[in-house]
């Protein structure tokens, strides 16, 4: 499991610095930005397969990268992971695609169970897509990338 | 109600920081266990050489304390998340046996301290009031109050929804109540402020009476 790209996004930088720290001992490395602005910015040029988001953060808040994210970058899984959450809030969140919605505090196993899980259907994914590809439907292999969860 | 809803919103914004911050405890008293589980390993893989850490017991006795209270702490966030978000809520009516659910796992303190339970019964039927949660939650609290006061250290204090043709109820009952007690009781809350329902006498209780949700005037 070396090889998740995984991007923690919150703005308590004791929690995720500490979260990043023990997926690290899991044998999960991730990267740490601590607002929405710098987790758009990396989705842009290092692309994660699963982005760990908190949604109430100063500047663009959670929903609004989601939102993004799912428009630009729709292959990448976001898992929220928040203190602020309400109902609608994950009502919401599920709607605009999200892959998973948990609530702080959480056990590490079982957010790492989620991140792995998440990750696994991308790379399903990417491998159906291939198979589209292989036999000429680049049109089958898009439709599959660019899914909805 | 607008007084009510500010209260509600500042109650969610602190709830929902004190998650925070019972995620980071729980994170870092995590990392702790994380590192005596490698130093434990590190020791087994010694041979000997390097001890196993001393205290190793002590801490993983302190950190399952820590996680404990920090389950205690979510589960209290959790509630009191629900009850700042109580004032948005009811608009169409406000459901009995879980405003009861609510109002008893807050009430946890008051339970203690006059050595009391209290235990909600199932509702027979859907018992819906025509009230706000917040008018709801507020009568019910007033009367539970004053009954652990008056049944303390007697045992168990019952909430029980129920229904009418007409109209939906919760009995508040606890075997040590007096007659003379249940009557001033009574008389204390058709006193107060909420017109939200009326309270009266039963047998061993009070009930306290909503008119109920969904009905055509």
């Known amino acids: ?39 758009l910015e990396v989705v842009k040029t290092q692309e994660p ?40 809030d994950e009502d919401e ?21 989620t991140v792995k899980k998440a990750y696994r259907e991308r790379v399903e994914d990417a491998m159906v897509a291939a198979t589209f590809a292989q036999a000429g439907d680049f049109d089958g292999a898009q439709d599959i990338l660019n899914e909805d969860k | ?50 001890p196993k850490f001393k205290y190793n017991d002590k801490f993983e006795e302190i950190i399952c304390q820590v996680l404990t209270q920090v389950n205690r702490g979510q589960d209290m966030c959790d509630q009191l998340s629900r009850l700042a978000h109580s004032s948005d809520e009811g608009q169409d009516g406000a459901d009995l046996a879980l405003a009861a ?20 019964m199932p509702a027979p039927m859907r018992c819906k009031a025509k009230a706000t949660l917040v008018e709801v939650l507020t009568a019910m609290e ?26 939906v109820h919760m009995d508040i009952l606890c075997q040590g109540l007096s007659q003379p007690d249940v009557q001033s009781l009574v008389q204390a809350l058709e006193s107060g402020e909420s017109g939200a329902c009326t309270a009266g006498v039963i047998q061993g209780g009070v009930r306290l009476a909503f008119e109920k949700a969904g009905l055509q005037a």
């Open chain 2, 101 to 120: 659910e609510l109002l008893v796992k807050l009430s946890g303190r008051v339970a203690k301290k006059h050595k009391v339970k209290f235990l909600v």
């Open chain 1, 93 to 113: 969140a599920r709607k605009l695609g999200a892959f998973h919605y948990h609530k702080k505090p959480i056990d590490i196993d079982e957010l790492l169970g």
């Open chain 1, 49 to 88: 397969d699963v982005m760990v988001l908190d949604l109430r953060m100063p500047g663009i808040d959670g929903m609004e990268v989601l939102r993004k994210v799912r428009a630009t970058n729709p292959k990448v899984q976001i898992i929220i992971l928040t203190g602020h959450g309400t109902d609608l």
């Open chain 2, 1 to 50: 109600m607008d007084k009510a809803r500010f209260m509600g919103r500042m109650a969610a914004t602190v709830s929902h920081d004190l998650c925070n911050v019972l995620a980071t405890i729980q994170q870092a008293s995590g990392l702790l266990g994380d590192y005596l589980a490698l130093a434990r390993r590190e020791s087994l893989k010694s041979v000997g050489l390097r």
């Open chain 2, 142 to 167: 007033t009367a539970l109050t004053g009954i652990a006061w008056e049944c303390r250290e007697q045992g168990e204090i019952v909430l029980a929804p129920g229904a009418t043709d007409t109209g």
């Open chain 1, 1 to 39: 499991m070396n090889k998740i790209k995984l991007l923690l996004v919150d703005d308590e930088e004791n929690f995720v610095n500490t979260l990043a720290e023990r997926m690290k001992m899991r044998d999960v490395p991730s990267k740490v930005v601590y607002s929405g602005e710098a987790a």
